[in-house]
T-cell receptor, first 114, second 114 residues
């Protein structure tokens, strides 16, 4: 079955500290992987995506993610968190084939303490 | 970049009435559009996949007679919530898959049924 697992429901990080959000996937085809961020009451903003090539992907707002095929993981990282990073983060998996929808993880809520 | 316009951004309707939500791809043709539903503090759940010129494919548990999806052109898909009830109150988001293999999301529609 195709699925995305985000093991951490809620994470609190001190401002300026590093961050890693975990994502594991189970997918039958070659996966396209995404990280989105959502602020309360807002839509989704794409942070970064991985299709192929270099397994370390750089995104917006200083985020990066590393694709590890052997571990079926696509963890999101940021070296120094800012208070404005507090939001809901979703990992998602899709495929290249037309008509293939994204499957989302349950999300991780990030809180930033001062 | 690819843009998907979703309207309205929020709507309040009376129980028993119908509400239509539009999703337009502004600068690309979307052969396939996807409709998601998001309950508060939860993830996005795929409701249906909408293919231009054909009937939508609904996910298990989604009532196709309640959630009418029409994809009349390559740039427009609509979701009509028929005979809405308070339990239909939710955040609805559309998505389209572009030629760059990415997924572009609308900004979402907050539906409140009173």
């Amino acid at each position: 079955a195709q699925s995305v697992t985000q093991p951490d429901i809620h994470i609190t990080v001190s401002e300026g500290a590093s961050l890693e959000l975990r994502c594991n996937y189970s997918y039958g085809a070659t996966p396209y992987l995404f990280w989105y961020v959502q602020s309360p009451g807002q839509g989704l903003q794409l942070l970064l995506k991985y299709f192929s090539g270099d397994t370390l992907v750089q995104g917006i707002k200083g985020f990066e993610a590393e694709f590890k095929r052997s571990q079926s993981s696509f963890n999101l990282r940021k070296p120094s968190v800012h208070w404005s990073d507090a939001a809901e983060y979703f990992c998602a998996v899709g495929a290249r084939q037309a008509g293939t929808a994204l499957i989302f993880g349950k999300g991780t809520t990030l809180s930033v303490s001062s | 970049g690819a843009v998907v316009s979703q309207h309205p951004s929020w709507v309040i309707c009376k129980s028993g009435t119908s509400v239509k939500i539009e999703c337009r791809s502004l600068d690309f043709q979307a052969t396939t559009m996807f409709w998601y539903r998001q309950f508060p503090k939860q993830s996005l759940m795929l409701m249906a996949t909408s293919n231009e010129g054909s009937k939508a494919t609904y996910e298990q548990g989604v009532e196709k007679d309640k959630f009418l999806i029409n994809h009349a052109s390559l740039t427009l898909s609509t979701l009509t919530v028929t005979s809405a009830h308070p339990e239909d109150s939710s955040f609805y988001i559309c998505s389209a898959k572009g030629t760059d293999d990415g997924y572009t999301f609308g900004s979402g529609t907050r539906l409140t049924v009173v």
